[in-house]
């Protein structure tokens, strides 16, 4: 009987053991870190609209560069709270003062708090939605000779896919959107003027779990 009662206590601490390990290493388990880094698939489609009052002006359509470093904790199963770090070029050509086209190169470096849940699958691969909101800094570039620095509110979400070649390493892929605009003054006008920054594209990346 003692016997008995000692196998089956081995085997239910055995079997609780087991439980535990899985749980640990389940890639989106409460108290993981992840950390990741993705960059465009040069798909990108970037739009610039500058407004003036009820008056607007677009640029044209380019593609960018771009890397997103970022890093995230499980606060709970398959939601991780982080922050994504962003640099940025952009190369167009562009309307400026609203009646001139000049070349324009913008680099962008952001900040962005945001939060990203998992949708827990019985395969490797985990459908994901983010979303986050934060600030941005931009150093404009206008020809050749006129520079200048601004700083914008960024706000935006991805939508995609982490597909775990093992438990700790994933490939990302992800569909971005992401938007920037900032307030600025005319001296000639009382009208409120705008700026804004619209990139939407595809992106690729490795996610790492901790």
């Not at 002006?57 to 709970?76: L, S, W």
């Not at 490797?124 to 000779?145: E, R």
């Not at 605009?181 to 804004?196: G, L, P, R, V």
């Amino acid at each position: 009987m003692k016997k008995l009662t000692l196998i089956a206590l081995l085997a239910f601490f055995g079997t609780a053991n087991a439980q535990t390990e899985t749980a640990t290493t389940f890639p989106t388990a409460k108290g993981n870190w992840i950390i990741g880094g993705s960059t465009n698939l040069g798909f990108n489609s970037n739009k610039v609209t500058q407004k003036s009052g009820d008056y607007s002006v677009d640029g044209q359509k380019t593609t960018t560069f771009n890397v997103t470093p970022t890093v995230g904790y499980f606060v709970i199963d398959n939601l991780a709270v982080g922050l994504n770090l962003g640099y940025e070029v952009q190369k167009q050509d562009a309307s400026y003062d609203f009646n001139q086209t000049a070349k324009v190169t913008n680099t962008v470096f952001s900040v962005i708090p945001s939060v990203t849940y998992f949708i827990e699958a019985d395969s490797k691969a985990f459908p994901y939605i983010s979303a986050g909101a934060g600030y941005a800094a931009i150093k404009t570039k206008v020809a050749s000779t006129e520079t200048q620095n601004d700083n914008f509110f960024v706000w935006g979400g991805k939508a995609g896919l982490a597909y775990f070649i093992t438990p700790s390493i994933a490939i990302d892929l992800g569909l971005n959107y992401q938007q920037l605009s900032t307030k600025y003054e005319d001296t000639f006008s009382t009208t409120e003027n705008k700026i804004i920054f619209k990139t939407l594209g595809a992106s690729i990346g490795f996610n790492f779990v901790l």
